[in-house]
């Protein structure tokens, strides 16, 4: 590497399947040493969207190419909606066209769509290639491109079909962040709250505190969330690579939150507003169920209202709608839907059965403060 | 188990996805004690096709039934050509509908391709649920269903869609393999003579010697082929999971068999017939190469043309399409196609780059085979 190049290292530990997630300023343009340091296979494919494209493709091909690996990029249209098998039939049409073997890597760059698609198309083509996540938001870095979640939503549900398949690395380039929309830097605070919430009081504070920073994009205070949540991530996958019990907890806000991503067909909400509002639900039933203290619980409202959401966020969806959405969350089991609740500021439970009734209160509740949320912004 | 059910072990060890295949008669009758034995949750969904259901479905489903388990059935139309992500989408719906959720178990009932399918979806249906294997054909038992592949075709090439994703345990009842139509018979013997060919000339001349036991579907002689296949097929596997190396040799017959599969757009040819003309046109560019002796070659080929393949079988195909679509497999490296070749019976190469000249030579002579054979049969 450079000397100019500066970065950390956070290792997900996972057996034969361990890799490191490189995290700095400028990683982009040595994209291809990261690559030569993996030995990896010469033929590179770059998976990215329209917008991801313009601003940074050239780039990584630059340094692929440099460092001496034919690379060849499939430029997809931006948004979940793209998120789906018809999407990914297409992918591996223009990956046969390419003739694109075996032995060759899918790099994705972009944020937690590109990351989610182009990872089921690596796990799943010629059955499965080495794979390469380059995150380039927020959201991505410190959340979906670290523990090997893939996958593609289904016409009936989000992300319902998909792989566990773990990439060679990952690269964290903070300086990707810069040119990243406001709405899509509080969609990853809304992941970097959860972090907080779920293992971490300390960590929640300092989120809590330093959001004008956040906000305004500063580097340093960055480069500190994606390492606090990558590390936080690494420590929960490497003992539930594969969900059966701890990891469940990353999905604290995400069962009211994907109901509401879905009723909303993917376009009125982004992934980590939906999540932020989710949490609201979510921390409204521990309380409702009186396993938070209201002290904790205002808390974690408290801060995650703080956060500038767009006053275009509504509520305008049937409760029962919304019901009928969770019922087919992957954590429903015997028929029953399942919540990941807060005890306290850093510590959740595993997922419990709560009652349809309470989590329709909660519902009730998400809309009484989102409209009051939007007279005041 | 009851007494009158007997059966044979063979185990795959593959670490901590290590699972037996259970061979023997009458076991589809006791598929729940199975299911009891390995402790899957109580939800199973079945996948068959309509051939398949109409001769097992309910025999399966009322053993499971009666051991507790809570079952479903989805039903596919039949043949190689329903092996596609169109399919497996419309699964995913059926099984959102019934409200299958991720602690449950996925059963495919029936041959290769039900099995290929059905693996895909529990590989990943909610990312990966339970999955085992009951395969009702004999190239099923002898090859399919043992091993974690699964995957569905693509328009432009066969397989190139898919997972390792191996199954809780098989169960082969060699009893289903009586009402298995003579054509049938013939492609699993396909894949039998094969495992001969690549690891064992003892068990190659058993086949060749009991080919009129084979086709008259004798108990005995069957459990016979499908235990020394899964024993040859476990060793191999055991030893390189992901095909990076020593699998590859099970392609033996297939590079040149897919292609033809491919060109009869997966109707003009069966996949067992496809594999034993893709073994003599391979065998004989081991042949033109020197690399096994005319009496083995001349061996492999008698053997193989001792099967009877119905009159229908010709060779219609532009052998410039076949090489096209030889392109296309996944062995290909660097654009080269690369073949298995035997060196004697009982052994063959790790792939090895052949010249296109000489595969085309090899497809002149398969032509040539056929149409003599043609004349005979």
Redesign the interface.
Known sequence: MKNSTQYQTVRVPLGERSYPIYIGKNLLSSLGRFFHRHRLPKTVLIITDRNVARLYLKIAQRSLVQAGFAVRAIVVPPGEKEKN?RR??AV??EL??F?I???STIVALGGGVVGDLAGFIA??????VNFVQVPTTLLAQVDSSVGG?V?VN????K??????YQPAFVVADIGTLRTLPDREIVCGVGEVVKYGIITNRKFFSFVDRNLPNILLKEGRVLAHLVSGCCRMKALVVSQDE??DNLRAILNFGHTVGHALEHAGSYRSLKHGEAILLGMIAETFVAYRLGMISSKDAARIEGAILRIPMPRSIGFSFAPSRLIAAM??D??????KIRLVLPTSVGKVTLPIVVDEKIILEALVYLRAVLLSKALVV
């Open positions: 098998l990914a039939d591996y049409s046969l066209r003739r073997e075996r032995r796990a799943t083509y010629q059955r499965g979640k996958g289904h016409a009936q549900g992300n319902m079909v998909g792989a566990f594969r969900e019922r087919l992957k954590k429903v089991a015997s028929g």
